[in-house]
């Protein structure tokens, strides 16, 4: 009886410990449930039709933003990590100023004398920016290049134009040559100040290549990156002009700072709405951002976004140079965690050099320049063909005659030497 009753003690024991561990596995999955569920409300990625790098698969997905366009591009690669409406023609307001300065630097020197004509002092009153500048006024060309990029001048734009080219005209074609020497497709100056103009227009893709062009250069990048400067008092005015740079995110006192940011330019006009261009630095990657036809005052928050997408989602990977010689690049920017296996390739051939592009679900996002070792093969076994040829005609041009007649005679010599010592010997 005693042990019937531990038996049946036992059995409902065991039935409660079934019951109890069998509810785990569903209480599990119904949390396992609701957190998902509140990933993805967190996660509010852009449709691809409006974000195109969303429609890339495997792609890191990214939120909209409220501004018309934008573009989040790879300085060493021209990776781009983030495309809206990228090839949208818009009104670029003072970004314009970035070409202005890169075309100056290009062609003056930091001491140049600018002196303010008619032509530059009209800018004080065309309705943008202006630093008062005063006819027969003189300025280094670096106290012009500091007064467009920190106080967005426009009547010190207009002068440096001139300067540099002898009218604001010739400037102007100036601009539209060196846009299209950098692979701009869609960008029309019309002045050096960005005021609005119909004919005036541009792209994020096109401002990304301008700004990333005028970043390598090492007095652009101070500029750009240069929250006050001061212009000393000059042969007319009376006392110092201390410029302010009101671009926020190089700014650490404003709330739209960015620390990895290492300079850029906003502008603003009816036409063209808030535009802003930068680069910033972080996880060994410069990122140029541009956004275009944003509401004032939400540019740097949107592009601060951006940057942080770009940084937080992707990162640079080497290639092994284990069975070609890398003449240079060989440097992806691809997702992160994603190997050299997860890559395609397609190579072209010119000049004794193959240029590799590498490609992520058909998106470019690196090149290489190989050497072509088998055109060095190739022309290798040409000149072993030629060697041969030549050989085959030198002996063809010269008779075996004299050969055969001079072995006959050496022979000769040798059996009459062998003759002399067997008779030698034998006396």
Same mark, same amino acid.
């Given at each position: 009886?005693?042990?019937?009753? +531990?038996?049946?003690? &036992?059995?409902?024991?065991?039935?409660?410990t079934?019951?109890?561990?069998?509810?785990? =596995?569903?209480?599990?999955?119904e949390?396992?449930?609701?957190?998902?569920?509140?990933?993805?409300?967190? #996660?509010?990625?852009?449709?691809?039709?409006?974000?195109?790098?969303?429609?890339?698969?495997?792609?890191?997905?990214?939120?909209?933003?409220?501004?018309?366009?934008?573009?989040?591009?790879?300085?060493?690669?021209?990776?781009? /990590?983030?495309s809206?409406?990228a090839?949208?023609?818009?009104?670029?307001?003072?970004?314009?100023?970035?070409?202005?300065?890169?075309?100056?630097?290009e062609?003056?020197?930091?001491?140049?004398?600018?002196?303010?004509?008619?032509?530059?002092?009209?800018g004080?009153?065309?309705?943008?920016?202006?630093?008062?500048?005063?006819?027969?006024?003189?300025?280094?060309?670096?106290?012009?290049?500091?007064?467009?990029?920190?106080?967005?001048?426009?009547?010190?734009? &207009?002068?440096?134009?001139?300067? @540099?080219?002898?009218?604001?005209?010739?400037?102007?074609?100036?601009?539209?040559?060196?846009?299209?020497?950098?692979?701009?497709?869609?960008?029309?100056f019309?002045?050096?100040?960005?005021?609005?103009?119909?004919?005036?227009?541009?792209?994020?893709?096109d401002?990304?290549? @301008?700004?990333?062009?005028?970043?390598?250069?090492?007095?652009?990048?101070? @500029?750009?990156?240069?929250?006050?400067?001061?212009?000393?008092?000059?042969?007319v005015?009376?006392?110092?002009?201390?410029?302010?740079?009101?671009?926020?995110m +190089?700014?650490?006192?404003?709330?739209?700072?960015?620390?990895?940011?290492?300079?850029?330019?906003?502008?603003?006009?009816?036409?063209?709405?808030?535009? /802003?261009?930068?680069?910033?630095?972080?996880?060994?990657?410069? &990122?140029?951002?541009?956004?275009?036809?944003?509401?004032?005052g939400?540019?740097?928050n949107?592009?601060?976004?951006? /940057?942080?997408?770009?940084?937080?989602?992707?990162?640079?990977?080497?290639?092994?140079?284990?069975?070609?010689?890398?003449?240079s690049?060989?440097?992806?920017? #691809?997702?992160?965690?994603?190997?050299?296996?997860? /890559?395609?390739?397609?190579?072209?051939?010119?000049?004794?050099?193959?240029?590799?592009?590498?490609?992520?679900?058909?998106? =470019?996002?690196?090149?290489?320049?190989?050497?072509?070792?088998?055109?060095?093969t190739?022309?290798a076994?040409?000149?072993?063909? !030629?060697?041969?040829?030549a050989?085959?005609?030198?002996?063809?041009?010269?008779?075996?005659? =004299?050969?055969? +007649?001079?072995?006959?005679?050496?022979a000769?010599f040798?059996?009459?030497?062998?003759?002399?010592? +067997?008779?030698v010997? !034998?006396?």
């Amino acid at each position: 009886m005693k042990k019937k009753r +531990i038996a049946a003690a &036992l059995l409902a024991l065991g039935l409660g410990t079934v019951t109890v561990f069998s509810q785990i =596995p569903a209480f599990a999955a119904e949390e396992t449930s609701d957190n998902t569920a509140a990933a993805a409300q967190q #996660v509010q990625t852009a449709d691809p039709s409006v974000v195109a790098t969303n429609g890339i698969e495997g792609w890191p997905q990214a939120s909209d933003i409220s501004s018309t366009a934008a573009i989040v591009m790879e300085t060493s690669t021209n990776t781009v /990590l983030y495309s809206k409406n990228a090839d949208q023609a818009l009104y670029p307001a003072s970004a314009v100023k970035v070409m202005t300065c890169l075309l100056a630097l290009e062609n003056s020197n930091p001491d140049d004398q600018v002196t303010m004509t008619a032509t530059g002092v009209s800018g004080v009153t065309d309705g943008g920016a202006n630093i008062s500048a005063q006819l027969d006024e003189v300025f280094t060309m670096e106290q012009c290049l500091y007064a467009i990029m920190v106080a967005s001048a426009n009547d010190i734009a &207009l002068q440096v134009a001139e300067h @540099i080219s002898g009218s604001v005209d010739a400037f102007v074609q100036a601009m539209n040559t060196r846009a299209q020497e950098l692979g701009c497709t869609d960008t029309v100056f019309t002045n050096p100040t960005g005021l609005p103009d119909e004919n005036q227009h541009t792209t994020a893709r096109d401002m990304a290549l @301008i700004m990333e062009t005028a970043m390598e250069n090492d007095t652009f990048r101070t @500029i750009a990156a240069t929250t006050s400067y001061t212009i000393p008092a000059t042969n007319v005015s009376g006392g110092d002009r201390v410029l302010t740079n009101n671009f926020t995110m +190089i700014n650490n006192t404003s709330d739209g700072y960015y620390d990895a940011c290492i300079g850029g330019k906003e502008g603003y006009t009816e036409a063209s709405g808030s535009t /802003l261009v930068c680069e910033a630095s972080k996880n060994n990657m410069k &990122l140029v951002c541009v956004v275009l036809h944003g509401a004032s005052g939400a540019t740097d928050n949107e592009a601060i976004t951006l /940057l942080n997408y770009g940084f937080d989602n992707f990162s640079p990977l080497t290639i092994a140079d284990n069975d070609f010689n890398r003449l240079s690049g060989g440097t992806v920017i #691809v997702p992160n965690g994603t190997g050299e296996d997860g /890559l395609t390739t397609e190579d072209t051939s010119s000049d004794g050099q193959i240029m590799r592009q590498y490609y992520f679900s058909k998106t =470019p996002v690196g090149t290489a320049v190989l050497e072509d070792t088998q055109q060095e093969t190739d022309d290798a076994a040409i000149t072993g063909q !030629k060697n041969m040829e030549a050989a085959k005609a030198f002996s063809a041009s010269h008779t075996d005659v =004299p050969y055969y +007649i001079i072995g006959a005679i050496g022979a000769a010599f040798l059996l009459f030497f062998l003759f002399l010592m +067997i008779r030698v010997i !034998k006396s």
